[in-house]
Nanobody, 126 residues
Framework: QSQLVESGGGLVQPGRSLRLSCAAS????????IGWFRQVPGKEREGVACISRSGSSTNYADSAKGRFTISRDNAKNTVYLQMNSLKPEDTAVYYCAAKDTIDIAPMLGGYSMDYWGKGTLVTVSS
């Protein structure tokens, strides 16, 4: 059974940091590029960051540039999202998703992803 499981969400004060993890199982992890997405109820899903199969290429939404870092450890079948200088507008459910592709440029659109996790809630509030 192929699955992605997010963890690391929670309540954090503005300006603080949080690291999310996305653990994969049931498929050949290093064949897949991975993306992080977020969604606030009532709003459209937003692509945050994505990373290529090997980790050599990354892409970020403007809202994430300079504050968030995506990385992966293929030996652990895990992708991370380090989020620094968090703002209240970063509050959302964060999802990871996998796509069998070598071209990560269109991934932030979140279309035709092969696997999705169930999400982890991040709340940024004082």
């Amino acid at each position: 059974q192929s699955q992605l499981v997010e963890s690391g969400g929670g309540l954090v004060q503005p300006g603080r940091s949080l690291r999310l993890s996305c653990a994969a199982s049931g498929f050949t992890f290093d064949y897949y590029a991975i993306g992080w997405f977020r969604q606030v109820p009532g709003k459209e899903r937003e692509g945050v960051a994505c990373i290529s199969r090997s980790g050599s290429s990354t892409n970020y939404a403007d809202s994430a540039k300079g504050r968030f870092t995506i990385s992966r450890d293929n030996a652990k079948n895990t992708v991370y999202l380090q989020m620094n200088s968090l703002k209240p507008e970063d509050t959302a459910v964060y999802y990871c998703a996998a796509k069998d592709t070598i071209d990560i440029a269109p991934m932030l659109g979140g279309y035709s992803m092969d696997y999705w996790g169930k999400g982890t809630l991040v709340t940024v509030s004082s």
